[in-house]
């Protein structure tokens, strides 16, 4: 596997390597001991998906508050995501950034984000399905978010927005929530 660092500190893109043969290919998705070398969660409580039918659906930017902060894994199993990593944490080094990579079915790319950070997409093609792995248990009272188009972090996403929750347009800006 290769772990390439992102512009936020803890971040990462997955690259799992492919072993190709007259077969196909494999490639490892996970290894907790690659994942411990590093400092990176090796403990996954719960997986989800989405399926987001329409192309350019914002999903984010999402986190939970202490002491339900979780990181969390993505890969894109269809279509394709943007992937948004936006760093809340006021003592990091790169606290106010963000960070993206692209997400497809076929580069197998994994996008780790460590606690502490926010977390969204945006699907660049119809019927994106994401899935991802998470270190604490869903807390409906530690559920928190930062609207997408916030001046602290100034994403520069890749297209204006289609589709949005109501729950995403109403997070606020950071410096108020």
Same mark, same amino acid.
């Given at each position: 596997?290769? &772990?390439?660092?992102?512009? +936020? @500190? ?14 196909? /290919? ?25 399926? *987001? ?6 999903? %984010? ?25 936006? @760093?809340?944490?006021?003592? *990091?080094?790169?606290?106010?950034? /963000? ?11 994994? +996008?780790?984000?460590? #606690? %502490? ?12 399905? =994401? ?7 869903? =807390? ?10 916030? !001046?602290?972090?100034?994403? $520069?996403?890749?297209?204006?927005? $289609? +589709?949005?929750? =109501? #729950? @995403?347009?109403? /997070? !606020? $800006? &950071?410096?108020?929530?």
């Amino acid at each position: 596997m290769r &772990f390439i660092p992102m512009e +936020v @500190d803890g971040a990462w893109i997955i690259e799992p390597e492919r072993l190709e043969d007259e077969r196909g /290919w494999f490639a490892r998705a996970f290894c907790s001991a690659e994942f411990e070398a590093r400092g990176l969660e090796t403990r996954w409580v719960q997986a989800n998906m989405s399926l *987001s039918r329409s192309a350019y659906t914002l999903r %984010g930017l999402h986190y939970q508050m202490p002491p339900h902060e979780e990181a969390k894994l993505v890969r894109c199993l269809r279509g394709r995501l943007w992937d948004v990593v936006a @760093d809340l944490r006021p003592g *990091s080094p790169t606290f106010g950034r /963000w960070a993206a990579a692209e997400l497809t079915p076929a580069n197998l790319r994994w +996008v780790y984000i460590p #606690k %502490g950070c926010a977390h969204g997409f945006l699907t660049l093609e119809e019927n994106s399905e =994401a899935f991802y792995l998470v270190s604490c248990a869903y =807390a409906p009272q530690a559920e928190a978010g930062v609207r997408w188009d916030d !001046p602290l972090f100034s994403i $520069r996403w890749p297209a204006e927005p $289609r +589709v949005l929750s =109501a #729950k @995403d347009l109403s /997070w !606020p $800006r &950071f410096q108020s929530a």
